[in-house]
């Protein structure tokens, strides 16, 4: 098996990348045509990867993951160094952040910079490591700034991971709210939005009484194709031929075009002239696993105490709501629904569940064979359920 | 008059006060445009604060103690002529009694308290703000547009926010005008029912849609001034895709100008357009 190394890691990126370049197109193609611009999918599908290779080169991009938002004032602090970003080199920010006798004339002249365009107090808490409980109330300041920035120059405000906030109950960040405050801006300044995240997330930016309700266009991002993997593989296998249409599909059929775990069978299958058969490779990658199986039926567990049986029914294929009394389906749905945001679930079809990762779903299952996705069935629908 | 724009979402209220409020300033006068969705909107404290720092922004108050100083007696008389109105607010600021009224210069001072440098810490009143903002404006005898964006807000905060716009929007001679917007048709719907403080008739004034008379040469002159050539024909197979809509309309016109570039043409023929629309109905945006 080949190495695990940093560069066959930055290869294996670099060719899914290369291969996915359709999708990097459709998106380059929204952010020409259109001031907001959504892309959305189910988990794990490298809808990061993607944006960020649509947007590579770029000088104008704010970029703002709201995984590491943990308060509005961390929030602001992010929105912040992410403007200063635009104004001055990295290295010269993270010079700037010396104590004064420390610092270069480089790192004097940013400061003098980021004081100019974005005002002493945002610029300070550009500099700053985390933001105090103090700055909470800062976040309206910081975006003011941002789109007085977009008067001169283009600024393209990238929010990544939209449902990250949804995730843990009682977060202080309200991304409906954000999403408000970036509106009321754009409606007077001229930057660019780019929301991008999982699929549950939609609706905070695009339901009837969101902020962009109308006013978007909204990309769906899929698992890697047939034909994007068989691109992918040439290119890795390049200059020899590689493996038979036959073993490509084969692999694909239990992994589930899952990116991650494709492209680890894929690394552990290179270096042989006669890679072995996708079923020997994925056994080996369960049988490696360093307890990620066990930790992901813990948090299913945490988030619903129905989790951890969903997801191990799901896994063989069985249906959510097999044999589940009527009374109790709503909350079978609700469980549904908090694993799939939490993204240890897919729900790649209407009625259609699977288990997100797939080595997480064989080895739970104990076999090494492709399965159908678990159907609803016997499900009655809800109209008050939230999805 | 004051206004109240209630009408589907994405229609272009915003874009057309917006338009309203940079006519206003090229010929002097005050336009305060306020999007109440913005977070920093927590209160009818946090409103004020905002109307008295866009005012001082705009020099409202101080141009007017600056006209007094020019006028010298003229101006007194002036002051002496709304002083009925005068009055009558001036007792919102507390500038009490007749011999204060007729002096413009206190009436200024306590304008200036309530819409000068005030710290940032204070909590103004919405009442005295906008009876500041009422008392410049007739002393100028220059408009002052507050544009409330998003003001179904208002019913999240204590009611005396109402009140207060209610009363400040009582007289029909004011120069001070307020047009109201908002995303929520059915909290905007409640906010100005009947029976609510807010309630005027004929506030509601519904947008006109754009005509095609006024479309086509807008359009045309457009795509000229892109080196896009665009006929009435072509506009006109655009607004029949578009139905009208205000966005929907540029939407294909930005693919159109798009295709037009990439390929190099400098004419917009009916393929072209044929292909704009379809990719513009592709969007979310557009009503399947």
């Not at chain 1, 996915?20 to 892309?39: F, K, M, N, P, Y």
């Not at chain 2, 011999?99 to 710290?119: C, L, M, R, T």
Request: net charge negative.
């Amino acid at each position: 098996m080949a190495e695990l190394t940093a560069e066959l890691i930055q290869r294996l990126h670099h060719n899914l990348d290369a291969a996915r370049e359709q999708d990097t197109a459709r998106l380059q193609a929204a952010l020409q045509s259109s001031h907001i611009v959504g892309v959305h999918g189910e988990a794990e599908i490298g809808i990061t990867s993607v944006v960020s290779h649509a947007l590579r080169g770029r000088s104008d991009v704010v970029r703002i993951d709201l995984d590491k938002a943990t308060s509005v004032g961390e929030l602001a602090r992010l929105f912040a160094l992410a403007t200063a970003r635009l104004i001055v080199p990295r290295t010269a920010l993270g010079l700037a952040r010396l104590g004064p006798g420390l610092r270069p004339s480089s790192a004097r002249a940013a400061i003098a910079d980021l004081d100019r365009e974005l005002g002493v107090d945002v610029a300070h808490l550009a500099l700053s490591d985390q933001a105090s409980p103090d700055d909470d109330d800062r976040l309206p300041i910081v975006l003011d700034r941002l789109a007085m920035l977009s008067e001169r120059r283009d600024v393209l405000i990238w929010v990544d991971h939209l449902q990250a906030p949804s995730l843990t109950p009682r977060h202080p960040v309200d991304v409906g709210q954000l999403l408000w405050d970036l509106r009321s801006r754009q409606q007077r300044n001229p930057f660019r939005l780019l929301l991008s995240g999982h699929t549950v997330a939609t609706s905070e930016a695009t339901g009837p009484n969101a902020a962009f309700y109308g006013a978007y266009q909204w990309l769906a991002l899929t698992r890697p194709s047939d034909d994007q993997w068989t691109a992918y593989m040439r290119a890795l296998w390049a200059p020899s031929p590689a493996p038979l249409p036959s073993w490509r599909e084969d692999l694909l059929a239990l992994t589930g075009s899952h990116p991650s775990t494709t492209m680890l069978a894929l690394a552990a299958a290179l270096d042989h002239d006669r890679p072995a058969s996708p079923q020997d490779l994925v056994r080996r990658l369960v049988r490696n696993d360093p307890g990620l199986t066990k930790r992901a039926l813990q948090h299913a567990r945490t988030l619903h105490r129905l989790g951890g049986g969903l997801v191990e029914r799901i896994s063989r294929g069985e249906g959510p709501y097999v044999g589940v009394p009527k009374a109790q389906q709503n909350t079978v749905g609700r469980a549904l629904a908090d694993l799939r945001r939490a993204g240890l679930l897919t729900n790649p079809a209407p009625s259609q569940w699977t288990v997100t990762n797939p080595l997480t779903a064989i080895a739970l299952r104990g076999i090494v064979a492709q399965i159908q996705p678990a159907l609803e069935e016997d499900h009655v629908e809800d109209p008050h359920l939230v999805s | 008059h004051h206004v109240l724009l209630l009408e589907e979402r994405r229609i272009g209220k915003t874009s057309i006060i917006r338009a309203v409020l940079d006519r206003l300033r090229s010929v002097g006068g005050v336009g305060l445009d306020i999007d109440l969705s913005d977070s920093r909107f927590e209160s009818p404290e946090d409103l004020a604060f905002e109307i008295a720092a866009m005012a001082r922004a705009a020099a409202v108050g101080v141009r007017e103690r600056g006209f007094l100083r020019r006028q010298g007696a003229k101006a007194t008389k002036a002051a002496a002529g709304v002083t009925h109105v005068a009055a009558e607010i001036a007792t919102t600021l507390g500038v009490d009694g007749a011999g204060d009224i007729k002096n413009a210069s206190k009436i200024f001072d306590a304008v200036q308290a309530q819409i000068g440098d005030i710290d940032t810490a204070a909590r103004p009143k919405l009442s005295s703000v906008l009876a500041a903002l009422e008392l410049a404006a007739q002393f100028s005898d220059v408009p002052i547009i507050v544009f409330l964006d998003e003001c179904q807000r208002l019913l999240e905060w204590d009611p005396v926010a109402q009140q207060d716009l209610a009363f400040a929007m009582r007289r029909t001679d004011s120069n001070l005008v307020f047009v109201f917007a908002g995303s929520n048709e059915r909290a905007l719907t409640q906010l100005f029912a009947e029976g609510m403080p807010l309630h005027r008739e004929g506030l509601r004034r519904p947008v006109s849609p754009i005509l095609v008379d006024d479309w086509t040469p807008a359009l045309i002159e457009r795509f000229a001034g892109l080196g896009i050539r665009a006929t009435p024909q072509t506009i006109l197979t655009i607004l029949q895709a578009s139905g009208g809509h205000p966005e929907r309309t540029m939407t294909v016109c930005a693919i159109a100008r798009t295709w037009a570039e990439d390929t190099g043409q400098d004419d917009l023929n009916d393929d072209l357009i044929q292909r704009a629309i379809t990719d513009a109905k592709a969007q979310n945006s557009w009503p399947s």
